[in-house]
Structures are given as C-alpha cells and as structure tokens.
C-alpha cells in the first residue's frame, strides 16, 4: 500500500465524514419534533470535526514523515 | 375533547419501526457486550495497554499513558449506557468516533509496514503475522452497527426511555 495514496485516501474519507456530519446535524433540525438546541448540535460538531482534523493530519504526518 | 386528546396523543409506531427498534435492541447488545469486553481485557493491563499505544508510532510519546488509561476506562462506560440502552444516539456517535481512529491506527500500521497486533482485547505490541485485513472488517461491521444506532433513532427496551418519560 503506498503511503502517499494511504494519505489521500484517509484526506478524502475525513472530508467525506466532516459533510455527513454537516448534513446530518441539518437534518436533525430540520425533521425532529422536539430537535435538541441548535447551538448545542452544532457546538458538539464542531468538537467531533476537531478531533477528525487532527487525528487526520496527525496520522498523515507520521505516514508522510 | 376527542380532538384535543387525538392531537396530544404520541403516535403509535409502525411494525416496521418496532421491527427496526427489535434489530437496534440486538446491536446494542452485541456492541455493549463487546466494549464491555474490550475495556475488561484492558482495564487490569495498563502497561500491555500502554505497549499496544506505543506501538502503532501515532499519538505523541507523552500521551501514550494517559490514552492507556483512559481508552478501557471510556469502553467500559460507554458499553455500559449502550447496553442498558441510555443517551443511546450520543453514545454511538462516540463509539463511531472511536471505532475510525481504531481503523485509522489499524490502516495507517498497514500502510507503514509495521507488524503489530491491535491490541483490541488486551495483549498488543510487535507480532510476526498481523491479521490488520480480518481486524479492518471486524471494525467496520462494528462501525455499521454504531450508525444503525445512530439512524434508527429509537431502540426496544432502552431504560433512556423509561428514565426520560419517552413512549416506547
């Protein structure tokens, strides 16, 4: 498996987990009853996008290095 | 009257959502069991723990300790509120979160050629076969179930809904 593709790959997927995510903290809003506070949602996807961001580039620099 | 009480009434849930609710019951229960294993296989072990950390060359030496002490301790609790079916959505967007770093770590060990055992169920640290392709597909039917979870929304037999007045 080639490291630099290994990178690529795991960029791309992080990217594709960080719009999910996006999209599905609308979509809470959006068709809940009763949606937990709006602020509250996106504070929390916030926190789950840092930890994504870092384990990625983390990851990516130890392959990379 | 009859209007009123119509309009204030729950609906009641489909066959198929009580089916869905049924399957998401069993997921919780093979994934709560098998965190609740994880972090038991761990919890007594904390320098094998630390070893299978060190090993994948990832997370900063200094934190190698703490992630040891902290990963079993975060399995076994989060197990726990998913076996017993409370803050079930939360808790399996977090082991979501954390079944990608496992195949994250698990990936990138592959990628860089290191011969390491997982260390998901205790042991860890240099082998001479690893099995990463049988543990990256253990881990994503784990993954599929946590976001089952996730979508399904509603589980049968949750005490969240008992605690929190939800109707079933």
């Known amino acids: ?65 | 009257m009859t209007a009123t009480l119509e309009e204030h009434a729950a609906p009641s849930p489909t066959v198929v959502t009580r089916v869905l609710g049924w399957i998401g019951l069993a997921g919780r229960v093979y994934l709560g069991y098998t965190f609740i294993t994880a972090g038991l296989d761990k919890l007594p072990h904390h320098d094998t723990t630390e070893l299978a950390v060190r090993a994948y060359q990832l997370l900063p030496w200094q934190w190698a300790s703490a992630y040891a002490t902290a990963l079993p301790v975060a399995e076994l609790l989060l197990g726990i509120l998913l076996l017993l079916g409370i803050f079930t959505r939360s808790v399996a967007v977090l082991l979501a979160l954390g079944l990608c770093s496992f195949l994250v770590g698990i990936t990138s060990a592959w990628a860089r050629g290191l011969n390491i055992d997982c260390g998901c169920f205790g042991g860890g640290g240099q082998v001479a076969d690893p099995h990463y392709l049988e543990h990256v597909l253990r881990d994503v039917g784990y993954l599929a179930i946590a976001v089952y979870l996730v979508v399904v929304r509603r589980t049968a037999l949750a005490c969240g809904d008992w605690l929190f007045g939800r109707r079933a």
Do not use: D, N
Not at chain 1, 36 to 44: H, V
């Open chain 1, 1 to 65: 498996m080639s490291e630099e593709w290994y990178v690529v790959g795991l960029c791309v997927v992080s990217a594709l987990v960080l719009v999910v995510g996006a999209w599905f903290v609308r979509h809470e809003l959006t068709t809940r009853t009763q949606p937990p506070p709006a602020a509250l949602l996106w504070i929390a996807y916030l926190g789950v996008a840092a930890v994504v961001v870092f384990g990625a580039a983390r990851t990516s620099w130890v392959v990379l290095g």
